[in-house]
């Protein structure tokens, strides 16, 4: 009787020790799966960190607008740090110049972005220490080009930058009555107009790719 009592008494020992090994284990095991997990996650960020650096150096690289020549009937958002009252959105006159308070008359037409702002900041000097302006560019309305006869959206355009003929009619499309094969570019340099062959038909097979020049503000592609 008392060797079956010792022989339960060792069992139960054995099977309190068994639990004991098994949360232990346990323990060890999740420990080792957290760890796994907080390596994956450094892991992820590292791989994430040259993707952020790269976005950060393209956000750094300045826009092609940086070189963009105001004209006139563009509009421009000038604005002077912790000055309120000097804060304008206006049109740039035919003339090319802007009115702005404390300045009257300032000359932006044939100004990129970046030099009026130094201008205008040279300037308000005599007013204000230190000013810090911003010129920006809300509408270049002076960049546009015209499409008329037989497309489907006839009359003024924005020129974007490096626009060609081909890309402007893929804009303004084709009514049913066009003739592809005659149509014809319209352009005044030095206050003489020339008249430029524009053959769809060929260009769009590769052929003829002189033709599709480069536009310029105030170019006007007529498709008969």
């Known amino acids: 009787m008392k060797k079956a009592i010792l022989k339960r008494?060792?069992?139960?020992?054995?099977?309190?020790?068994?639990?004991r090994i098994l949360l232990m284990l346990w323990v060890a095991t999740a420990a080792a799966a957290v760890l796994a997990q907080s390596t994956d996650a450094a892991s992820d960020e590292a791989k994430a960190k040259p993707d952020t650096a790269a976005a950060a150096t393209a956000a750094a690289t300045p826009d092609?607008?940086?070189?963009?020549?105001?004209?006139?009937?563009?509009?421009?958002?000038?604005?002077?740090?912790?000055?309120?009252?000097?804060?304008?959105?206006?049109?740039?006159?035919?003339?090319?110049?802007?009115?702005?308070?404390?300045?009257?008359?300032?000359?932006?037409?044939?100004?990129?972005?970046l030099q009026l702002k130094d201008s205008i900041t040279e300037k308000l000097k005599k007013y204000i220490a230190d000013p810090r302006v911003t010129v920006v560019v809300t509408a270049m309305n002076s960049r546009r080009i015209f499409v008329t006869g037989e497309?489907?959206?006839?009359?003024?355009?924005?020129?974007?930058?490096?626009?060609?003929?081909?890309?402007?009619?893929?804009?303004?499309?084709?009514?049913?009555?066009?003739?592809?094969?005659?149509?014809?570019?319209?352009?005044?340099?030095?206050?003489?107009?020339?008249?430029?062959?524009?053959?769809?038909?060929?260009?769009?097979?590769?052929?003829?790719?002189?033709?599709?020049?480069?536009?310029?503000?105030?170019?006007?592609v007529v498709v008969p």
């Open 151 to 220: 497309v489907q959206h006839t009359g003024p355009m924005a020129l974007l930058p490096h626009m060609t003929v081909l890309q402007a009619l893929a804009q303004a499309g084709f009514t049913q009555f066009a003739n592809p094969k005659a149509i014809y570019l319209l352009r005044t340099e030095n206050g003489k107009q020339e008249k430029l062959p524009f053959n769809y038909k060929e260009v769009v097979k590769g052929n003829h790719p002189e033709q599709n020049i480069a536009l310029k503000p105030g170019d006007t």
């Open 64 to 113: 092609t607008t940086a070189d963009y020549v105001i004209g006139s009937d563009d509009v421009l958002q000038i604005s002077v740090w912790h000055e309120p009252d000097l804060k304008e959105t206006l049109p740039v006159r035919p003339d090319g110049k802007i009115s702005l308070p404390l300045l009257n008359d300032v000359q932006a037409a044939g100004l990129t972005p």
């Open 9 to 19: 008494e060792s069992l139960k020992k054995r099977g309190k020790k068994a639990i």
